[in-house]
């Protein structure tokens, strides 16, 4: 049988990407296009060869698989592979494609493709999915210690230490810190949820601020108000930002 | 005696009289005052009624005084019947003896009461040290080293993956897991062991982490021969090596040195385990328990604080362990 589907493994330990090497083999439909042994190959590997399937291990070394997800310009289907099952109920409650915990059997692994080679034989759009679990995720994490980013090839991991400004535009957010400004696909209502809610404020419809960073308030008008942050940009706040600072401060 | 002294020369009698009347009276309350130690363990000041105890004390020394007094007059006048001028004295000494009796009777269980105090203090004191070893005992055992079920499932898939590919490598793999295991099991029962055996157990840790990560682990060591026999606590130094793998290894790309020293000085056993770091790594929750918990269990066995110190250099995380010799 001719290979249909194209797989790439990411995991940072060889043995752990050897076993799905392995019983890769006797499926004769999936040809390995490569492997990975962390996020940042992950995310070259991915973008460029645009696999139909991943097979994805969380805890990696700088960024982990989730973090990885956000990256992708294309979304494969994914499988994930992982010892630790925190994440595993959540991803079968948003209905992931699979989740293996390590060590897993051969007939266990079978199933996982199973399922994998239905949907890919449908070609039925993963994107949802992928985002169900992303979104999962992110809920069930406590709170935000960093944000990873891409700028054409380049990959930053932005501490949320290092983050003073986040600015709403249209579907993206702009990200200003200290390590320079980054846009992300991501709602403000998911970084007003998930940063720290001691060290982050949103300020106004389309502003959060590190409450850190506020230089001054001034009063420009009846009721109305304008910040000045540590770096001499102005940002308009509105009332309820307003409320919410004097609390604070 | 004060007795003796006044009757003697205040009141000039003689001596027959002197002696026969405080003797006796010395005597009779003696004997009286055995009682009140039950008046006194009954009547606990430490319980709740307090007036009641009070009451209860009174009316005890009213009626030990009468007692007393009863058997007094009733010895004393039949002993010393010849004698006129005692018989009239004792007569109108009953009030004030009487009165000395109560006054007695406080005495006595005051000096009672100081006896229980004293011995339940005691009996406290014991308790309380008792009380202590056991604590010591229980939070030695809460901070017993527990092995991370996340490393026996990646270990395990590592061997699964050796069946797979390397037959012939999963079966050392599989006895280095089984014997890192049952180290850590018996070193929960030995609260010390030699060093080498500590040791030991500690490289298998990093062998087996060796065949998960490959090159990403070099380990280097610098061990002083005369360091290998001195006692030191179980399991101290494999958390500290997975503590190094943990954040230095899995958050690293490129390979990462573990360099274990130690130096025998002459009161302490200096073991030194380093790691390169990456400063940008941003430190995960919950680091530094297991660390913190190797601080307190060397606090409790050597009643010394801060025996484990960590430094951060600029790519370097340091952990310095002071082990005190014990002498022989």
Known sequence: MQPNFRALVIDDEKLARDVVKKHLESFPEIS????????????????????????????????????????????????????????????????????????FSRERFQEAMNKALQSLSEKKPQASQI?????????????????????????????????????????YVMLY???????????????????????????????IVKISAIAQIE????????LTLSNNTTLPVSKSGYKKLKEIL | MLQIVVLRYRLAFGWTEVTSDSLLSAFLFGFIAITFWYQCRYNSL???????????????????????????????????????TYLTFLEASLPWRYFIGILLYFVVVAFYYLLIYYQSFHEKLVRESELKSLVKEAELKTLKF???????????????????????????????????????LSSNDVPKKPFQEELRTAKLYLDIEKTRFGEKIIYHENIDKAALGIPVPSMILQPIFENAVKYGVYESLSPVNIRLTTRLESHTLNIIIENDFDPENITGKGEGVGLRNINSRLEL???????????LAEKLFRITINIPLEDE
Do not use: C
Request: glycine share 4%; aromatic share 10%; no cysteine.
């Open chain 2, 146 to 184: 527990q092995i991370n079920p996340h490393f026996i499932f990646n270990s395990l898939n590592s061997i699964n993956s050796l069946i797979l590919t390397m037959p012939e490598n999963a079966s050392e793999m599989t006895v280095k897991l089984a014997d890192f295991l049952r180290s850590t």
């Open chain 1, 219 to 226: 009063l420009m008008g009846k009721e109305s108000y304008q």
């Open chain 1, 32 to 103: 390995l296009a490569g492997e990975g042994s962390n996020g940042f190959e992950g995310t070259k590997l991915i973008n460029e060869l645009q696999p139909d399937l991943v097979f994805l291990d969380v805890q990696m070394p700088k960024i982990n698989g989730f973090e990885m997800l956000e990256l992708l310009e294309v979304q494969p289907l994914i499988i994930f592979i992982t010892a630790y099952d925190q994440f595993a109920l959540k991803a079968f409650e948003v209905n992931a494609v699979d989740y293996l915990m390590k060590p």
């Open chain 1, 131 to 171: 985002k169900n679990i992303i979104a999962h995720h992110d809920s069930k994490s406590e709170s935000l210690d960093r944000v990873v980013v891409k700028s054409g090839n380049k990959i930053t991991v932005i501490p949320v230490d290092q983050l003073f400004h986040i600015e709403a535009q249209d579907d």
């Open chain 2, 301 to 311: 066995m050597y009643g010394q604080p801060n025996l484990l110190k960590t430094t």
């Open chain 2, 46 to 84: 430490e319980s709740a009624n307090i007036l009641r105890v009070l009451i209860n004390h009174a009316l005890a020394a009213a009626l030990t005084a009468a007692i007393w007094l009863g058997l007094i007059y009733y010895f004393l006048s039949r002993i010393l019947a010849t004698s006129e």
């Open chain 1, 177 to 207: 810190s200290t390590l320079g400004n980054f846009l992300k696909q991501k709602t403000m209502t998911y970084f007003e949820k998930q940063l720290p809610p001691a060290e982050f404020l949103r300020v106004h419809r389309s502003h």
